[in-house]
């Protein structure tokens, strides 16, 4: 069988959550069924590290799919050549569009729908092109890959998906997260932030990952305490966010916030496991890989009781209502003041993260792709 798929998101040095399933999975997948060919469409040339096997044809596809005209563009007219060229028997994109010109079966995996629940986060392009194509999308596809039940009911309350179109796999985290050993931690330490502990913060920025509140939650946090924690806020900016650069230069404290921007992944795994606790409070999230990074590598959670993250967490965090300020700052007291709650949350998310494998993510990824195959 010919096997199709959209790897335009695998960029070297700049995966995201997307990237990140994109590449665990197919990477996998790819040597696991060598008797199957695999045809990867990229939109630009692409780095020889993700052709992952012999039985891998890779293939750049123009127009470069970076707006939403090029998306429809690519999607619609330069995939349905490329998959006719290739003779494909099964297109799989993994980052939630779909073609709308496609006759050979179509597997679409579905992350989340935050333009639906808040479009005022997003360019008013992008909540529109969002809006318009995802239910176009999913009523297309043949079947449907969401990475978590939140985002499966997700998909039935806002769409109508019915839940036996549509097949779970969660994401997890990569191997090499885990515990550091005290002297590495304090490496990490005096090359960040001047020896002191801190908290860290890992995600793209953009309004539903709520750094606004971290950081006013981190002011009354030090304002409180007088400690000497730091705050590392790891990712790029999105686009201007007028409100973050506000609550940033009114800060008390902003000199003990450090901005690294986006990390090799060597660097954000000793960084993750370095960190007093992490903090994921997004308003709305659709899993929330970092969650898990952290719990495998050591660390507690402090995270958003919301959309998906308390079905990723259980009970190996703290839960904060993410709208509020004071919640967010009572959690950091607690973990940084309390040492036996710090190692019961860390023993807690140690478990925790055993439940979440890029093995099993896989294998469950294929077999949806079976399924959708023989449909």
């Not at 007219?77 to 290739?86: E, L, S």
């Not at 360019?123 to 039940?149: G, H, Q, Y």
């Not at 966010?241 to 690294?260: C, G, H, N, R, W």
């Not at 904060?320 to 807690?348: C, G, Y």
Request: hydrophobic letters at 40%; a neutral charge.
């Amino acid at each position: 069988m010919k096997i199709a798929v959209n790897t335009r998101l695998l960029l070297k040095g700049k995966l995201d959550g997307i990237g990140w399933f994109t590449y665990e999975n197919f990477n996998r997948i790819t040597q696991r069924h060598p008797e199957h060919e695999f045809h990867f469409f990229f939109d630009r040339p692409f780095d020889p590290e993700f052709v992952f096997a012999e039985n891998v044809v890779p293939h750049v596809i123009h127009p470069q799919a970076r707006h939403p005209i090029l998306y429809r563009i690519w999607f619609d007219y330069a995939v349905p050549r490329a998959v006719r060229k290739c003779g494909a028997d099964l297109f799989v994109s993994p980052d939630m569009i779909g073609s709308l010109k496609l006759s050979i079966p179509q597997l679409l995996v579905v992350h989340d729908l935050n333009f639906e629940h808040y479009p005022n986060d997003l360019t008013p392009s992008a909540s529109k092109f969002w809006r318009k194509r995802t239910p176009l999308s999913t009523n297309k596809a043949d079947r449907i890959v969401a990475v978590s039940e939140f985002t499966k009911r997700d998909l039935k309350n806002c769409y109508g998906i019915e839940p036996t179109k549509v097949d779970v796999v969660h994401n997890a985290a990569g191997e090499m997260y885990r515990p550091l050993p005290d002297h590495e931690q304090l490496a990490v330490r005096a090359s960040y932030t001047n020896n002191n502990l801190f908290f860290i913060f890992v995600s793209s920025i953009h309004p539903r990952k709520n750094l606004q509140r971290v950081l006013l939650a981190f002011d009354e946090f030090k304002k409180l305490h007088r400690t000497a924690h730091k705050l590392v806020v790891v990712g790029k900016k999105f686009w201007d966010f007028p409100e973050l650069d506000q609550i940033y230069d009114a800060m008390a404290f902003k000199s003990d916030v450090v901005f690294t921007g986006r990390l090799e992944q060597d660097e954000l795994v000793r960084l993750t496991a370095s960190a007093t606790a992490s903090l994921y409070v997004s308003y709305y999230e659709g899993f929330g890989i970092p969650v898990v990074e952290a719990m495998q590598s050591g660390t507690p959670v402090i995270y958003a009781n919301a959309s998906a993250l308390p079905e990723v967490t259980g009970e190996a965090g703290l839960a904060v209502d993410p709208f509020s300020v004071s919640e967010i700052m009572n959690a950091m007291t607690k973990i940084a003041m309390n040492s036996d709650l710090r190692n019961d949350l860390i023993a807690k998310g140690l478990n925790r993260a055993k439940d979440f494998s890029w093995d099993h993510s896989s294998e469950l990824l294929w077999q949806s792709m079976m399924n959708c195959r023989k449909k």
